[in-house]
């Protein structure tokens, strides 16, 4: 292994630290709201807005993160919100009230926003096309999955043992040994070519149509059925949407340029993970409510117990890296996305009076393994051709893609669960039996979702060349800014 090689590898351990922390972080804080919500005196509702806050920020700014690293360098970009997210993770542990926490996690779900873009494109940067970035990609893609899941444990054991604020200060050094290394081992690179014109119209639509989305979903989520009021916000958020894209249809130097969208392999491999999203969150959140409402599984308990599905996922990611290079995205893409459903059809057997063992584990043990191979393919085959140039919006819109995902896969699978047991619950069936058949019916739908990235799979991915015959875009030779 040469210097250089060496080099690339280091580079990838400093990015990938600070993307680890911001995801551990959107789960971590499940396990400690009940703990939050009594120091900081938070109302039933008001507590909601700790995760809210966090995840609206994130969606509605990751593409603007992205195409900000492209314009004003991606070095310089990912440090600042390395930066502000460690500041605000102190903030969060320092947090003295309730108003303060929620304006906090705002702040540390900008430096999330705009620091997981910044950062992949830097890998892009490090890594040319070839099986090291694939390798460098699925080690991301890995990082994704294993920190939601891990999240759910660290929050447990640091809530119980330290307390809530630590799920936050852990950050701070983290953060700090990345901002030392960051000059010494990330290039600081920005095509001298891209206008420096700053499209704000598309920046300010695109970011209120993505904030206001995932805000929706949210909604629809909390609400567990659909209203008038979340049909009103949808509405609001397509409608601003459709103007973004008249809006970039027309600009001189547009945010988000729309012959992106004419890669078949962007466009599908945004798509499978956007479904990996879907199934992936979803999952977890009818986990989470089975697992602890009808099982009686603590927090640790149930962050301890799906570590089975990490271990699974870290294995897949490993495997997958290697399979995507002989065999091309499309069929480890089909197969993530065949197992994904597999797995979903198991956890849909769950009983009212089952155990993890029994009811549980297959399930999670087989997700796993399909969910590497989803994330892995979908994510390379995303970014891959993408000219440097354009990697930090190529990023953002990679990024976006699983937010969007995630929380319309919360919404919808929590709405559908919620329905059919309140459904049953009016009809006079047992709470727990009526909790069941809610969790059952959202698993069902869940593998509903995987066959629609099966299609995109096949029919946007799957072609003769490998990965390594890719055409790339031509690739403009990056400047030090």
């Known amino acids: 292994m040469t210097a250089t090689t060496n080099r690339r590898w280091l580079a990838l351990t400093v990015v990938a630290a600070a993307f680890f922390m911001g995801v551990l972080d959107s789960t971590s804080v499940f396990t400690a709201l ?27 700014l990751m593409l603007f ?3 900000l690293a492209d314009l004003l360098g991606r070095r310089r970009v990912f440090m600042a919100a390395v930066a502000v997210f460690a500041a605000a993770s102190l903030l969060c542990g320092l947090a003295w009230s309730a108003e303060l926490l929620i304006a906090a996690r705002t702040l540390q779900g900008v430096g999330a ?16 096309e070839g099986p090291d970035r694939h390798r460098a990609l699925g080690v991301w893609g890995g990082l994704g999955g294993v920190g939601a899941t891990a999240g759910l444990l ?72 659909p209203t008038a009021r979340t049909a009103l916000l ?42 990996a999203g879907i199934a992936v969150d979803g999952m977890l959140i009818l986990v989470t409510l089975y697992a602890q409402q009808v099982l009686g599984f603590t927090a640790l308990q149930f962050g301890s117990a799906v570590a089975v599905m990490t271990v699974a996922s870290i294995g897949s990611v490993v495997l997958s ?12 893409a089909l197969g993530g996305m065949v197992v994904l459903g597999i797995s979903l059809l198991l956890l849909s057997r769950v009983s009212a009076d089952g155990s993890f063992a029994s009811d549980l584990l297959a399930g999670l043990l087989v997700f796993g393994l399909g969910m590497g191979g989803a994330f892995v393919s979908s994510q390379i085959a995303a970014l891959a051709g993408v000219a440097e140039s354009e990697s930090g919006l190529a990023s953002g819109l990679e990024e976006t893609s699983f937010t969007i995902g995630s929380t319309l896969g919360v919404a919808t699978l929590t709405s559908v669960a919620v329905a059919r047991a309140d459904d049953l619950a009016a009809g006079g069936a047992d709470p727990l039996t009526a909790l069941t058949a809610g969790a059952q019916t959202g698993f069902l739908v869940a593998a509903g979702f995987t066959v629609l990235g099966a299609v995109a799979a096949v029919a946007l991915l799957w072609r003769r060349r490998t990965p390594e015959a890719t055409t790339t875009a031509p690739r403009r030779t990056p400047s030090a800014a």
């Open 34 to 60: 009940p703990s939050i919500a009594d120091d900081l005196d938070f109302s039933a509702a008001g507590i909601q807005w700790v995760v809210t806050a966090y995840g609206v920020t994130v969606g509605g």
């Open 65 to 67: 993160g992205g195409r």
């Open 113 to 128: 926003a705009v620091l997981t873009p910044a950062g992949l494109s830097l890998l892009m940067t490090v890594f040319p």
């Open 154 to 225: 660290l929050g447990g054991l640091l809530t119980d043992g330290l307390g809530w604020s630590w799920i936050f200060f852990v950050n701070v050094p983290v953060c700090v040994l990345v901002l030392v290394l960051s000059p010494v081992l990330l290039p600081e690179s920005r095509d001298r070519d891209v206008p420096r014109r700053f499209d704000l119209a598309g920046a300010v639509t695109v970011t209120a149509a993505l904030a206001l989305f995932v805000y929706t979903m949210f909604d629809a989520a909390e609400s567990g059925r």
């Open 234 to 275: 949808l509405a609001g958020a397509l409608a601003l949407g459709a103007l973004f894209v008249r809006i970039e249809a027309r600009a001189p130097a547009p945010l988000v340029p729309l012959r992106i969208f004419r890669s078949r392999t962007l466009v599908g491999g945004n798509l499978v993970v956007l479904v």
């Open 321 to 332: 890296q290697h399979v995507v290079t002989k065999a091309g995205f499309g069929p480890v």
